[in-house]
């Protein structure tokens, strides 16, 4: 079965642009989270979505968004970038309740220029 | 509120050596513990996790952590050291109900010295 997939990989933007990050979560899960890791840290959590609806919210700025669809992939939308959203963003899936382990894509890397 | 914290962000050990990684967090209700690893330009692997039972919970690779209340604590052990072991820890800690979320802590690089 394949893993949780995001897309893309890689991509630059330049301050002041829109960027959309998507994730296509393990078959059969219904939750997916959102993290921000900045390079040496530790994942903050953006969001959570469980069966299409916000279930959590971190410290972010409205700038951040998200949204799951009916077959439960998930995008991230980050607005008026700033060089401080250069991070690797997680994307991670998991089961409905009770709560499990997350399973992680291998992240989109995001440079903000 | 719940948090996380990771003692050392680096640990050096020799290959074949004790690993012993430190991790103490807070929270309000009984927590699920997670270690998860990081390998450079990867997504993260789970390698273990305690949500009740026994406090003592054994992983992937030969690692292990407990649980111990009374200290707010769920290090992280291996007994001999492998050069593949080096990577960042992170240790993390959610609420256990339905919908939570998961909070990681800073990470702990882990370097293996052949």
């Known amino acids: 079965d394949a893993g949780v997939t995001q897309s893309p990989t890689h991509l630059i933007k330049t301050r002041g642009q829109q960027v959309t990050l998507r994730c296509s979560p393990i078959s059969g899960h219904k939750s997916v989270s959102w993290y921000q890791q900045v390079l040496g840290q530790g994942p903050q959590f953006i969001f959570q979505y469980y069966e299409k609806e916000e279930r959590g919210r971190g410290n972010f700025p409205d700038r951040f968004s998200a949204r799951q669809f009916p077959n439960y992939s998930s995008e991230l939308n980050v607005n008026a970038l700033l060089l401080g959203d250069s991070a690797l963003y997680l994307c991670a899936s998991r089961e409905g309740p009770p709560s499990g382990e997350l399973f992680f894509g291998e992240g989109s890397r995001l440079t903000v220029l | 509120a719940q948090s996380v914290t990771q003692l050392g962000s680096h640990v050096s050990v020799s290959e074949g050596a004790l690993v012993l990684l430190r991790c103490n967090y807070s929270?309000?209700?009984?927590?699920?513990l997670f270690w998860y690893v990081q390998y450079p330009n990867q997504g993260l692997q789970l390698l273990l996790k305690y949500t009740t039972g026994a406090t003592l919970v054994k992983g992937i690779n030969g690692f292990e952590a407990e649980f111990k209340k009374s200290e707010t604590s769920f290090h992280l052990t291996k007994p001999s050291a492998h050069m593949s072991d080096a990577a960042e820890y992170f240790c993390a800690v959610s609420e256990g109900t339905s919908y939570d979320k998961v909070i990681f802590g800073p990470g702990t690089s882990l370097s293996v010295i052949p």
């Open positions: 929270s309000s209700v009984p927590p699920y």
